[in-house]
T-cell receptor, first 112, second 110 residues
Framework: DVKVTQSSRYLVKRTGEKVFLECVQD?????MFWYRQDPGLGLRLIYF???????EKGDIPEGYSVSREKKERFSLILESASTNQTSMYLC???????????FGSGTRLTVV | GQSLEQPSEVTAVEGAIVQINCTYQ??????LSWYQQHDGGAPTFLSY??LDGLEETGRFSSFLSRSDSYGYLLLQELQMKDSASYFC???????????WGAGTKLIIKP
């Protein structure tokens, strides 16, 4: 089974800090995604990537950037953290025949 | 615009059967999938329907009617551990990008 690992389960950062959220997959899947999930707002796509060094904006890319230097790693960067970026961040990948996404366990980020 | 509609909450009794409906209006359609998410956890993939009809996986089944832009998830022999949120999601094309519904919270009573 594909495993997607997010580096931190919980993070607390200060306003204005640069924050890196790391996501690593252990299979050779091209497609990787970053979402944030907030109560009542469901899953919202921030960025996605179909290949190394390739990135596409999702629905809410403002305040975020991403990096995909290697196929297995897709990083989300908060350039200058703000309190409205307090959220659950979920990384996922896809590439199997059943079209299913495999999600990491999530990072609950609190910006104070 | 793109939209998926599913009930916000459904209540059922342990041991019973429950159906969670999903209707969609999207500019493209490649397939419909379902995910389960327990409180505090990440979504997990349940099923995918690319063609009309019923797909069965143990106690869970998923149905798709492309002509009606409609699908449902059927959960049988409900167990307390099935208490979770269930999301339908539409693939617009073969590139794996999903449009998500807002989720249905399933509450199971003993």
């Amino acid at each position: 089974d594909v495993k997607v690992t997010q580096s931190s389960r919980y993070l607390v950062k200060r306003t204005g800090e640069k924050v890196f959220l790391e996501c690593v997959q252990d299979m050779d899947h091209e497609n990787m995604f970053w979402y944030r999930q907030d109560p009542g707002l469901g899953l919202r796509l921030i960025y996605f990537s179909y290949d190394v060094k390739m990135k596409e904006k999702g629905d809410i890319p403002e305040g975020y950037s991403v990096s995909r230097e290697k196929k297995e790693r897709f990083s989300l960067i908060l350039e200058s953290a703000s309190t409205n970026q307090t959220s659950m961040y979920l990384c996922a990948n896809a590439g199997g025949q059943n079209y299913g996404y495999t999600f990491g366990s999530g990072t609950r980020l609190t910006v104070v | 615009g793109q939209s998926l509609e599913q009930p916000s909450e459904v209540t059922a009794v342990e041991g019973a059967i429950v159906q969670i409906n999903c209707t969609y209006q999207t500019s493209g359609f490649y397939g419909l999938s379902w995910y389960q998410q327990h409180d505090g956890g990440a979504p997990t993939f349940l099923s995918y329907n690319g063609l009309d009809g019923l797909e069965e996986t143990g106690r869970f089944s998923s149905f798709l009617s492309r002509s009606d832009s409609y699908g449902y998830l059927l959960l049988q022999e409900l167990q307390m551990k099935d208490s979770a949120s269930y999301f339908c999601a539409v693939y617009m094309d073969s590139n794996y990008q999903l449009i998500w519904g807002a989720g249905t919270k399933l509450i199971i009573k003993p």
